[in-house]
């Protein structure tokens, strides 16, 4: 890339079997506004495996759309949709370039930034323009959220991964327009054999209701109560490491440090104490019920409601009432 | 052979460390240092494959940049099967962010020059960013996957190795040649605590060390440390606390269960799909 001449915000837009995810909108809304300070376009950047709807990231407030089509994109091999991007990225010649936090964007990120010599800020939860050199700062969370720090990235592109759900998504505007530009594939195959072997139907991130059991469970086949509300509502079960950690449940369900971040509007912490790690996963959930017999357990201090109680008892007494409620 | 490097990190115990609110640092004497917990599966995992392969079939080297006293940690790594260790120490390498890190370590590497697999943790608990690893694999312009959740195969005939990495909600077979690298999950293995004769034997072992005259052909000294990170951290703020109603039932719990109800209805979670 030009680094000299480099101008505008450059979103990547991680697509799978056809559909963007969603914190790409989030990204866009979030460039919208610091276009408003740099006066620069924004674009997205779009691998796909399939025909896309590119108009969709123009409504949400692209300027410009690069894609790239191959069906090679359906396997996450990071090296060859580095090539790709790099080639976006150099037709773009962005000055800011945003990626989602996601499994796959943290992987990737990485060794782009190290493709186009630049730094690159983990996991943040906000972007600012600093007004004197309008350069990007970078905010993200260190030592369990304790603190924020601001960095700034010496160099160009200035470059991020950022949270899914930080940012509410940008609202879609049928009228607008834009351009959408084709660029061909990179040459040669992939290298790393890759073939999908097992998919899970939900994603524990994406839930709006989680109900999550800790070590308050006897056995495994007592999340079953869990399941029950979760279904009730129509959201998921989450767990503590703990438990996934003797086997009640599979990883995907794990919340915490080692496990997925989630932000759903209501979570409910059954019979989970609420150690540190369990709790930089769940901490920013809107709404936060806890459920558990110690009423000295850490969960009380992040919940909104706490009922100090038995979670066999509680839990389906609360089903009943829900029942009685629909 | 199969020489296998494992990249460790010595950090701050997390769950101890204090923090100061008001004057918004780490304390870090407050908290002993150990072994980053992630790197400890990526030590197992080589272990492991050696184990399968044979005592004399596989060398593991344990590589760490970080200062003097992070010899510690890599005492442990050998306690813990590794059969050398090297720390990169230097007032040159202090202060780097990931990019220089990255640098460093692949440089290390390169030094090394014999190297079929290396192996990280996914991330470290301290930093949090998970990107040294990748980062190293670009530098080294080799293949890696990341999120590695098992080890199915390692074919030593034909130099290549099958893994499970944890991707999209779902699982990927994924077939590497060598040299690659990885970074794993902790729910690769569950780390075995070494003996006490591991121990003894790991705290007399000699750590080779290298100081930046050790890379100085490969790397100028602006390249690295605060000088050669591009990113620079500007100002660091005391997170705000997130509200909370904070509302406890202790008696009985069919009024909170009244209440959980009505706040279902009031957001409109409740039926009427």
Request: net charge negative; proline share 4%; aromatic share 6%.
């Amino acid at each position: 890339m030009d680094k000299e001449k480099a101008s505008g915000i450059l979103v990547f837009a991680e697509e799978r079997k056809g559909d963007v995810h969603n914190v790409a909108y989030e990204l866009l809304n979030k460039a919208q506004e610091l276009k408003e300070d740099l006066d620069c376009e924004v674009a997205s950047a779009v691998l796909s495996s399939q025909k896309l709807d590119y108009s969709e990231l123009i409504y949400r407030g692209a300027d410009k759309v690069y894609c790239i089509e191959d069906e090679k994109f359906a396997s996450p091999e990071e090296n060859y949709y580095k090539k790709n991007l790099l080639k976006i990225t150099n037709a773009f010649n962005p000055e800011i370039l945003l990626l989602g936090a996601t499994g796959f964007g943290r992987s990737l990120a990485p060794r782009l930034a190290i493709a186009l010599e630049t730094g690159l800020t983990a996991d943040c939860v906000d972007l600012q323009i600093d007004e004197e050199s309008n350069k990007l700062i970078q905010i993200r969370p260190a030592f369990s959220g304790n603190i924020l720090a601001h960095i700034k990235t010496e160099g160009l592109p200035q470059m991020a991964t950022i949270r899914y759900k930080e940012f509410t998504e940008a609202p879609r505007d049928t009228s607008r327009s834009g351009e959408i530009i084709k660029l061909e594939p990179t040459e040669g195959e992939i290298e790393v054999g890759i073939e999908k072997i097992e998919e899970r139907a939900k994603d524990i991130t994406e839930a709006k209701i989680i109900i999550a059991g800790g070590q308050g469970l006897k056995q495994p086949q007592d999340l079953d109560i869990l399941q029950d509300l979760a279904d009730k509502l129509g959201g998921m079960v989450g767990a503590s490491r703990d438990i996934v950690d003797e086997g009640y449940i599979s990883h995907a369900h794990q919340v915490g440090y080692s496990g997925a971040r989630v932000k759903p509007k209501i979570y409910i912490a059954c019979g989970i104490s609420g150690a540190t790690q369990h709790i930089v996963g769940m901490k920013e959930a809107d709404i936060i019920i806890a459920i558990n017999k110690d009423p000295s357990a850490p969960i009380f201090n992040v919940a909104d409601y706490g009922i100090v109680g038995d979670l066999y008892e509680v839990v389906p007494d609360l089903i009943a009432k829900i029942e009685d409620c629909m | 052979m199969l020489d296998i490097i494992v990249l460790v990190k010595q950090v701050p115990d997390v769950k101890k460390v204090k923090f100061d609110r008001e004057r918004g640092v780490i304390d870090r004497k407050s908290a002993p240092n150990e072994l980053n917990p992630f790197d400890l599966n990526a030590l197992e995992a080589a272990v492991q494959i050696k184990e399968e392969l044979g005592e004399d079939a596989a060398k593991i080297t344990a590589l760490s940049m970080g200062p003097d006293m992070a010899e510690d940690s890599l005492k442990e790594a050998l306690a813990r099967g590794a059969d050398e260790a090297i720390l990169l120490s230097a007032r040159e390498f202090a202060g780097s962010d990931t990019w220089a890190t990255s640098l460093v370590l692949s440089t290390a590497i390169k030094k090394l020059a014999d190297y079929d697999l290396i192996l990280a943790g996914e991330k470290t608990v301290d930093g949090d960013t998970g990107q040294v690893g990748p980062q190293i694999a670009e530098f080294l312009d080799i293949f890696h996957a990341a999120y590695v959740s098992e080890i199915k195969k390692l074919d030593n005939d034909n130099h290549n190795i099958q893994v499970i990495s944890e991707l999209w909600q779902s699982s990927f077979l994924k077939t590497l040649d060598f040299p690659c690298l990885l970074t794993v999950t902790k729910e690769i293995n569950d780390p075995r605590l070494p003996s006490i004769k591991d121990k003894v034997q790991a705290r007399k072992a000699e750590i080779t060390k290298w100081d930046y005259s050790a890379l100085s052909d490969y790397i100028a000294a602006e390249e690295i440390g605060i000088k050669g990170s591009p990113t620079r951290i500007k100002n660091i703020e005391v997170a705000p606390a997130i509200e909370r109603e904070g509302e406890v039932w202790r008696d009985g719990y069919e009024k909170a269960n009244e209440k959980i109800c009505e706040l279902l209805q009031e957001k409109q979670l409740l039926g009427g799909e």
